[in-house]
């Protein structure tokens, strides 16, 4: 991937956010992906989203696989240290990094291919153990550096660019997460920005695994007719099952509003997330109910859209592990090691 | 032929009936009289049903390598009957159940074949299947007592220890215990010409396995994530682990975990787990053996080239594919030392034994961090899981963590643009810093080609500066990891080579080769890469044997790869089948190579 230096150029009158940053200084090196890419659009998603939370770029870590996705955790937050691992295995790198340092912000990039199928195992397992990061999958349908094939998330009919259609079934990771037990599931789409902002701002105050679901089409190998995952098919399709606005801490709570179409989750560090309903009677609180959901969206050829469902009572990893509050890099070895004392104690209990 | 304190013996039994904690409390108590003891547990890849084998060795002169005879067998198992008999040397005893009558497969001349009715006497003494089952194991053991005269007073206290707090066990297994004894004195002439007496040397040791041994270690040198996926021979080194770890390094008043474990999906997941939290500043390790290591190969790679620390345990056993999950091996060898695609070199130590697993593991983690480097601990099955008797381990409360070079936020601040890779010092070692730290210490690892400040590359002399670099630092590596032992003689017309789980075999057979007139020096390699010593032994002998465990010869491979030691001017000494080493293996091929030689 290479790295090319975006020049600094400031306009005067940008704002600036809680931490004197303004949104131009969340961003990365110049992206080397195809002109239109959906990817970019969620990168400069991500920018907002990070901006408006006004996250300390050094506090984050960007986390990534192989692919074309996984390329882009280059092109936000050049302050952050990235970690660009190997294919489909970003999950696994970000489990053992919040181990040794629960309290940096993980953000992990990844794609059809990167999670859904040389790495299928290794998100399964990361939703399973709950790690608390943010789990983008920029889902297009189509492997884009090896020049187009189909990837696991393609629909069965979809077709490729050469005109063959796709026979096999598609892995939906909404699906999977929900069926997984995923604490932090939504889906949304490149080309919606005022949607995917919300959810990724939500995503990043989730006290555990967020997954979010965004169809970012490929311009240069599934964006033509006959595709389900081109910028048409999704502007035509996508249905947005509930619509999102995410209240950072920090802001004035309001009272929820009376509205008996607007419900509120209070995440676990006192800000809140508010759903305005656009499907009648749905809950993001109802596992089973979206599931049913998303399931009915698809036999209608809909995409549901939206955090589709949340639970903020589940425990973490630490939690699970019972670790201790302050990071392990930050224990001192004091209190790591022993000494000879106890050792020597121990020795009786060998003979 | 009489002896004293010099005599092995042999249980075998079926797998799954309890006859491990009974062969453990026979051992312990040899070691309790103060006699240098070893035990070598032969088990099947099974849980229950299958033969396994005890084999205890009790040397005055304290050698712990596997025995070359064994005087006894103790033969429980109708299924190996055949081979048990066979086992015993000419003049030795064969002790079989006599509750049913003698099969003519145990029938042997020059044998002494004592029966002793251990299934008779547990339905005569004891209530169900169960009881009568575990209890003839604690039978064999009364009975082995009287035969090769056990302290009785060191049996009773050992009984009184494990059962403190269970009246009903303790009285079943001392009836146990009494009904093989008193049976044992009454038929037989007690002891054996072989027998048991007590010594005091042993009051400075201790008896232990390598996997504990070595998760002790990665507790004291300040380990706080372990990343594993369940294989045999490696699992119990997490195990240990974990219960080191809930006895010292719960904070004392919340109880909470100064440590966290993470079981994996599998392999692949495990070696992530270690290497990011390597990356974010945990001292990290993952414990496998040969399949997880195939496995991780891709990761290898990657740590090796974006710079991370981990440490790797491999438990060998024998390969290829799954192989015998329950047989030692040194296959790993060549995997280790080059694991991963592309040019790649690791650090491999080689403990020999459960006390060195202990200090190599704190080694271990002190040169990964120091070379941002995965380090491989090498050991194998025999060593793993064994019991062995070992020195005490002590340690030097003046330790510290030999971080390496790692940027503090003070340091960063300064820092205008930081560039990962770039070496200041000659050494082949840049300054990391760790996420979180300060913002200027920011870089973007990435497994891709990368300059040496980082930025992606496919410019060949950018590219090239890197791994050039990493060759330095390897170099540098060879001067910092533990050199080789030696064990010169003066006059010494041979040398020979070996390393890991072979030294212990090795030390016994430079002994009796002495008594054979061969006099060798021997130089025990205890890390991958090299030092310079190495090559010097190699050409101060006119004949060098390199003694290992696998069919390859990959130790001579990997001393003529990388000392231009032609490998036709050693000549190797292989035992590869899975069995831990014993000294007449070196014996034989040495001396008949040299009688060849000479003639």
Known sequence: ?351 | MSSVNDFAFKIATVNGTGSASANSLLMQAIFRMGIPVTGKNIFPSNIQGLPTFYEIRVSKDGYTARPRDVDLVVALNPSTYAKDVATVRPGGYLVYDSSWPLEPELVRDGITILGIPFGRMCVENFQGDRDRTLLRNIVYVGALAALLEFDMDIVGQMLVEKFSKKKKLFDSNNTAIKLGYDYAKAHYQCPLPFHLEKMNATSDSIIIDGNTAAALGAVYAGATVGAWYPITPSTSLMEAFKGFCEKFRKDPETGLARYCIIQAEDELSAAGIAIGAGWAGARAFTNTSGPGISLMQEFIGLAYYTEIPAVFYDIQRTGPATGMPTRTQQGDLMSLAYASHGDTKHIVLFPANPEECFYISVIAFDLAERFQTPVFVASDLDIGMNDWMCKRLKWDDGYRPDRGKVLTAAELANVKKFSRYVDVDGDGIAARTLPGVHPNGAYFVRGSGHDKHGAYTEDSDAYQEVVDRLTRKFATAATAVPGPEFRIQTGADVGIVSLGGCHAAVLEAVDRLREQGIVADYMRIKAFPFNESVRGFLDKHSTVFVVEQNRDAQLRSLLALETGMPRDAMVSVLDYGGMPLTANVVVTAVGNHMARVLA
């Open chain 1, 1 to 351: 991937m290479t790295s090319i230096a975006k020049p600094p150029v400031r306009h005067p009158g940008l704002h600036k956010n809680a931490l004197g940053y303004t949104v131009r200084d969340y961003e990365g090196a110049m992206s080397t992906l195809c002109a239109g890419c959906g990817h970019d659009s969620v990168t400069a998603a991500l920018v907002h989203a990070f901006w408006e939370l006004a996250l300390p770029p050094h506090r984050a870590a960007k986390m990534s696989g192989i692919g074309c996705s996984s390329k882009t955790t280059a092109y936000f937050m050049k302050q952050s240290h990235g970690f660009n691992s190997v294919h489909g295995r970003m999950p696994s790198v970000t489990s053992g990094a919040n181990a040794a340092n629960r309290d940096l912000t993980y953000i992990g990039i990844s794609g059809d291919g990167d999670s859904l199928s040389i790495g299928l195992g290794q998100l399964s397992h990361a939703i399973r153990r709950n790690v608390r990061m943010l789990y983008v999958i920029e889902n297009n349908g189509v492997y884009g550096l090896t020049k187009g094939q189909f990837s696991a998330s393609a629909d069965i009919g979809t077709t490729s660019k050469k005109g063959e259609a796709n026979l096999q079934p598609p892995i939906d990771p909404v699906l999977l997460a929900l069926t997984l037990g995923a604490t932090f599931v939504a889906r949304s789409f490149s080309g919606d920005k005022a949607q995917l902002v919300p959810i990724l701002k939500a995503g990043l105050s989730h006290n555990g695994l967020a997954l979010v679901d965004v169809i970012s089409p490929c311009v240069t190998f599934n964006d033509h007719d006959g595709s389900t995952k081109s910028y048409k098919f999704t502007r035509e399709h996508e249905v947005e099952v509930v619509a999102t606005d995410f209240v950072p801490l920090r802001r004035e709570v309001v009272a929820p509003e009376t509205d008996a179409l607007v419900s509120v989750v209070t995440m676990h560090d006192g800000s809140t997330v508010r759903f305005r309903k656009t499907h009648e009677g749905y809950d993001p609180t109802d596992r089973e109910a979206a599931y049913a959901h998303v399931r009915a969206c698809q036999k209608r050829r809909e995409v549901a859209t939206g955090l589709l469902f949340i639970d903020e009572t589940g425990k973490d990893m630490h939690a699970v592990a019972k670790t201790v509050s302050t990071p392990l890099v930050d224990v001192p070895f004091e209190q790591l090691c022993p000494g000879n004392g106890p050792l020597q104690k121990l020795m009786d209990a060998f003979r």
